[in-house]
């Protein structure tokens, strides 16, 4: 009996010690390495573009000139769940958009708790370009917003719902469609372009201009020597 244990047990070790064996001489030549890249390229879809950048695709003041409150009131049932928009009516998860368009960023709304990575920008005013950029992308607006919705992908939603905002207490003004075409003009890094350097006046007399030291600006004339 005790010879037959020993059997088994000795079947049971040479086992471990085979499948050990081919465990160790199989990862030698089934070696595999993290790659440089992780994932593949999947052909025709793009990365996701930031709030900003994909705002600035078409000029918001061009789609307001179209827009239209009533599809945009359909829109806004998209926000009903977090947010008020009756004069008076009271803040939820979001605060009451009452009068927002014009409104200062974070500001107001009858106290409500607005989260730092909107008050970082409360020195700005919800205008047309603004609700345009923070309704295209929340989180690309203001990292770190408590506001989960993911925002408005279609351009024309997002007029829509702005003109439709403007209606209920702010009345403004649309901004001016800008012409076909039209380009910003450039600004120097420094800041606003200034005036084209003037070139130097010449003298009322008609004699050549003279620099600090007395001697012509230019020309091959030469100095008389003065008189004793």
């Not at 923070?134 to 408590?146: D, N």
């Not at 600090?212 to 100095?223: C, F, I, K, L, M």
Request: proline content about 10%; glycine content about 14%.
């Amino acid at each position: 009996m005790d010879n037959r244990t020993n059997v088994i047990a000795m079947m049971v070790l040479g086992a471990g010690i085979v499948a050990l064996g081919t465990t160790i001489v199989s990862g030698e030549f089934f070696h595999s390495e993290r790659p440089e890249k992780m994932g593949y390229t999947v052909e025709g879809v793009e990365a996701e573009a930031s709030g900003e950048a994909a705002a600035a695709a078409v000029p918001i003041a061009t789609l307001l000139a179209t827009a239209d409150p009533v599809k945009g009131e359909d829109v806004f049932k998209k926000c009903a769940a977090c947010h008020t928009i009756a004069s008076g009516g009271p803040n939820g998860i979001g605060p009451n958009l009452y009068a927002t368009v014009g409104e200062g960023i974070a500001q107001g709304k009858g106290g409500y708790p607005f989260s730092d990575a909107l008050k970082s920008k409360s020195g700005g005013k919800w205008d047309f370009e603004a609700l345009n950029t923070w309704l295209t992308s929340p989180r690309g607006y203001a990292p770190g917003t408590k506001m989960t919705f993911a925002g408005l992908s279609k351009p024309e939603d997002r007029a829509n719902v702005i003109v439709y905002l403007n209606k209920q207490g702010s009345n403004l003004p649309l901004p001016a469609a800008p012409a076909p075409g039209a380009t910003p003009a450039a600004v120097p890094a420094g800041g606003t372009a200034g005036p084209a350097a003037a070139p130097a006046a010449t003298p009322a007399t008609g004699k050549p201009a003279t620099t600090g030291s007395g001697a012509p600006a230019s020309g091959d004339a030469t100095a008389k020597p003065p008189k004793a």
